[in-house]
């Protein structure tokens, strides 16, 4: 069973996704959240990686992605590295989250469900995800999977 599987199983069974229910409330309440938690699901836990954008809102008391990505990158990886680190790989993965959030404020005002909120279908989410930096066919698929799981569409 992957990651996202376990997920959706526990969201049935216990009515948490990830463990922690600020962190999903979170998720549920924050699209930028999401895109964030799919992009760092990548050899972590999926519940660490969906967890990180919580964390990353605890540590910066935002997650404007506009904000993020003219943060000054040190400082960024700094924020994100802190112990306990956001990621594993902390300084590879604050480059991504950098990268898409800078797209995400230039191409869609900052605001992550604009990404897939004119989206035809779960097809058509799913080719968008694939243009993204550091998404390749399995994140567009488990980007379609999470935003069914915290509510921002339902199967089509």
Known sequence: MGGLD?????QEREGIATGDQDADAYLRENP????????????IRAEVAFSG????YERLGHLDL????????????????????IHRFASMMADRV??????????????ASKFWADA?????VAQRAKQ???FGASKAKTLVSALDLFGYRSRT
């Open 53 to 56: 954008p919580y964390r990353l």
């Open 132 to 134: 993204l930096p550091g």
């Open 6 to 10: 376990r997920m959706i199983a526990s």
């Open 98 to 111: 950098q990268t898409v959030a800078r797209l995400v404020a230039d191409e869609y005002d900052g605001d």
């Open 32 to 43: 930028n959240a999401v895109l964030i938690g799919v992009l760092l699901d990548q050899q």
């Open 120 to 124: 035809e279908d779960d097809a058509a």
């Open 66 to 85: 506009r904000t993020i990505a003219d943060m000054d990158p040190d400082a960024f990886k700094e924020v994100f590295g802190r112990k306990p680190a």
